[in-house]
C-alpha cells in the first residue's frame, strides 16, 4: 500500500505508468488527470509508449494522436534507457525494461496492472514496488479526495461529451476501479450524512 511508505510527504512521488494503464482511455484520463493537480509525477518510456501503440493496432485502433497529446501534456515524463540490470528475476524478461525505466528515472513505483510480471521478491531489492492502478487511485484518493474527485468528474464529462451515457459505477467498472468507486462512496455518503443538532440526542432529533 501506498501509505505504508511508497507516497513522498511532498505527494510528488514518481511513478512509471505501465503500458496496460495508458491504453484504457477512462483510466488513462483519470491518472493523467491526477497527476497534472501535482499527486504524483508520471514516467514512461519510448519502449512504453510503443507497447501502448501496438496493443492499440491490434485491436483496430490507431493511438498516435492520444500519444502525442499526453506528451505534450508531460514533456518531463519521457525517460531515456537506463543501464541494464543483470540478475533481475522476472517471469518475462521482457519486462525488464519496466523496471530499469523506473530505476533509470528514481521512481518509486510501477502502476501496473499485470501484477503477477513484477513479484515483490524482484522488486524489493531495488527499492521499487509494484501495485495496480486501482489501489494506487484509491490511496490518491483516501489523500487529496477532492483532487481525484474532480479528476473522475472531468473523465465523466468527456464521456458524455463523446456520447457516452453512463454512470460513475459504469465508468469506474469500465475502468476497473472498484476500490477506487467504494472509497467515494464512502466520501459521498460521509459528506451527506446530517450533522445532529448540538447536545441533542437522535430521540430529541426526532
Same mark, same amino acid.
Given at each position: 500500500?501506498?501509505?505504508?511508505?511508497?507516497?513522498?510527504?511532498?505527494?510528488?512521488?514518481?511513478?512509471?505508468?505501465?503500458?496496460?494503464?495508458?491504453?484504457?482511455?477512462?483510466?488513462?484520463?483519470?491518472?493523467?488527470?491526477?497527476?497534472?493537480?501535482?499527486?504524483?509525477?508520471?514516467?514512461?518510456?519510448?519502449?512504453?509508449?510503443?507497447?501502448?501503440?501496438?496493443?492499440?493496432?491490434?485491436?483496430?485502433?490507431?493511438?498516435?494522436?492520444?500519444?502525442?497529446?499526453?506528451?505534450?501534456?508531460?514533456?518531463?515524463?519521457?525517460?531515456?534507457?537506463?543501464?541494464?540490470? %543483470?540478475?533481475? !528475476? $522476472?517471469?518475462?524478461? +521482457?519486462?525488464?525494461? /519496466?523496471?530499469?525505466?523506473?530505476? =533509470?528515472?528514481? #521512481?518509486? @513505483?510501477?502502476?501496473?496492472?499485470?501484477?503477477?510480471?513484477?513479484?515483490?521478491?524482484?522488486?524489493?531489492?531495488?527499492?521499487?514496488?509494484?501495485?495496480?492502478?486501482?489501489? %494506487?487511485?484509491? !490511496? $490518491?484518493?483516501?489523500? +487529496?479526495?477532492?483532487? /481525484?474527485?474532480?479528476?473522475?468528474? =472531468?473523465?465523466? #464529462?468527456? @464521456?458524455?461529451?463523446?456520447?457516452?451515457?453512463?454512470?460513475?459505477?459504469?465508468?469506474?467498472?469500465?475502468?476497473?476501479?472498484?476500490?477506487?468507486?467504494?472509497?467515494?462512496?464512502?466520501?459521498?455518503?460521509?459528506?451527506?450524512?446530517?450533522?445532529?443538532?448540538?447536545?441533542?440526542?437522535?430521540?430529541?432529533?426526532?
Amino acid at each position: 500500500r501506498l501509505s505504508q511508505g511508497a507516497v513522498l510527504p511532498a505527494g510528488r512521488m514518481k511513478a512509471v505508468l505501465d503500458a496496460c494503464v495508458l491504453f484504457p482511455t477512462v483510466l488513462r484520463e483519470i491518472l493523467a488527470d491526477t497527476a497534472a493537480a501535482g499527486l504524483f509525477q508520471p514516467l514512461w518510456s519510448r519502449r512504453i509508449l510503443d507497447e501502448w501503440r501496438h496493443a492499440a493496432t491490434r485491436q483496430g485502433v490507431e493511438a498516435g494522436v492520444e500519444i502525442a497529446l499526453l506528451e505534450s501534456r508531460f514533456p518531463q515524463a519521457l525517460v531515456e534507457p537506463g543501464q541494464e540490470i %543483470f540478475g533481475l !528475476d $522476472l517471469p518475462d524478461p +521482457a519486462d525488464r525494461h /519496466v523496471v530499469e525505466c523506473a530505476l =533509470a528515472a528514481g #521512481a518509486q @513505483a510501477i502502476v501496473t496492472a499485470n501484477l503477477r510480471d513484477f513479484p515483490r521478491r524482484a522488486l524489493a531489492p531495488v527499492g521499487l514496488r509494484a501495485i495496480h492502478p486501482d489501489e %494506487f487511485l484509491r !490511496d $490518491l484518493c483516501l489523500r +487529496a479526495p477532492e483532487t /481525484v474527485l474532480a479528476a473522475v468528474q =472531468a473523465t465523466e #464529462a468527456r @464521456a458524455r461529451a463523446a456520447g457516452g451515457d453512463m454512470t460513475r459505477k459504469e465508468l469506474m467498472r469500465r475502468a476497473r476501479l472498484p476500490r477506487l468507486a467504494k472509497a467515494m462512496a464512502r466520501l459521498d455518503a460521509t459528506e451527506t450524512a446530517p450533522f445532529p443538532l448540538h447536545g441533542a440526542t437522535p430521540r430529541e432529533q426526532d
